[in-house]
C-alpha cells in the first residue's frame, strides 16, 4: 500500500501515473481511491456532506457564490 498526495495540472492522469510507478517497481499497480482535494483557489476547508447540506434549514445559504468558482480565471469585458 502506498499513499501518495500529487500537485499537477490539468490533463495529467493520475491513474497513469499509478500504473507507472508500479511497472517502475516492477510489482504491477493500481489506484483503488482518488481524492481530488483542490481546484483552482477551491480546497477541502469547510466542505459538508451532503446529507449535512440536505438537512440544513437554508441549504442555498452553505453554498459559495459562483463567483468564487471563477475567482482564480483572468476576468474578460466584452462589449456589444
Wanted: glycine share 8%.
Amino acid at each position: 500500500f502506498l499513499k501518495l498526495s500529487v500537485t499537477c495540472s490539468k490533463g495529467t492522469y493520475i491513474r497513469v501515473l499509478g500504473e507507472d510507478i508500479g511497472n517502475a517497481l516492477g510489482c504491477g499497480a493500481h489506484l483503488n481511491a482518488l481524492r481530488r482535494t483542490r481546484v483552482g483557489t477551491l480546497t477541502m476547508d469547510g466542505v459538508i456532506t451532503l446529507d449535512a447540506l440536505n438537512e440544513h434549514a437554508a441549504p442555498a445559504s452553505l453554498l459559495a457564490p459562483v463567483d468564487a468558482l471563477l475567482s482564480s480565471f483572468p476576468a474578460v469585458a466584452l462589449t456589444a
